[in-house]
């Protein structure tokens, strides 16, 4: 059974605060790690996709790095703001393509 | 606008009935896929299309079914709708099959009574 683990399921954060959270994966057979954000009455939106062991992705103040080996993945938010508010979600691409996790449900406190 | 465009956006049904989920994708995109969010559940992955064949399937019931018509847009039919049917559910497409991204409509929230 797939078991893309998510962690953890929901942060609360002061404005300015820095955080992270992790996507955890099997990692045999692996492609790529796609990383979502999804707000409330949206719909997902593409952060990143990445595909390298030691791939790093930056936009603006979010940042991801990516363990191939060891199957995870980080996501970081840098100086988090009320609109980072968000659920963010992985998905990896391989044998588990398709297969979101149940991602971290963020929220910024002004 | 994602580009992505779902139909309609609010459905609600009896039980027993069935209903239709359109979605068109993106210009340029090939592939399409059906998601399922119940609620306080993940993203369900329900079958993915590509250029008109059904190319990957998850836990979609029997009851339901999807096809990809020429010009590319997609229907998710679902029948003997029970309860439990009531979600939300997404369209994605990407640009092909493989390590893309994909662009997701704003989604069909169906509710059966």
């Known amino acids: 059974i797939l078991n893309v683990e998510q962690s953890p399921q929901s942060l609360h954060v002061q404005?300015?605060?820095?955080?992270?959270?992790?996507?955890?994966?099997?990692?045999?057979?692996?492609?790529?790690l796609h990383w979502y954000r999804w707000e409330t009455a949206k719909s997902p939106e593409a952060l990143f996709v990445m595909t390298l062991n030691g791939d790093e992705k930056k936009k603006g103040r979010i940042s991801a790095t990516l363990n191939t080996k060891e199957g995870y993945s980080y996501l970081y938010i840098k100086g988090s703001q009320p609109e980072d508010s968000a659920t963010y979600l992985c998905a990896p691409s391989g044998t588990y393509k398709y297969i979101f996790g149940t991602g971290t449900r963020l929220k910024v406190l002004a | 606008d994602s580009g992505v465009t779902q139909t309609p956006k609010h459905l609600i049904t009896a039980t027993g009935q069935r209903v239709t989920l359109r979605c068109s994708p993106r210009s340029g995109d090939l592939s399409v896929y059906w998601y399922q969010q119940s609620l306080d559940q993940g993203l369900q992955f329900l079958i993915q299309y590509y250029n008109g064949e059904e190319r990957a399937k998850g836990n979609i019931l029997e009851r339901f079914s999807a096809q990809q018509f020429p010009d590319l847009h997609s229907e998710l039919n679902l029948s003997s709708l029970e309860l439990g049917d009531s979600a939300l559910y997404f369209c994605a497409s990407s640009v092909a099959v493989g390590d893309y991204g994909y662009t997701f409509g704003s989604g069909t929230r169906l509710t059966v009574v």
């Open chain 1, 15 to 32: 404005e300015g605060d820095s955080t992270n959270f992790t996507c955890s994966f099997p990692s045999s057979n692996f492609y790529a």
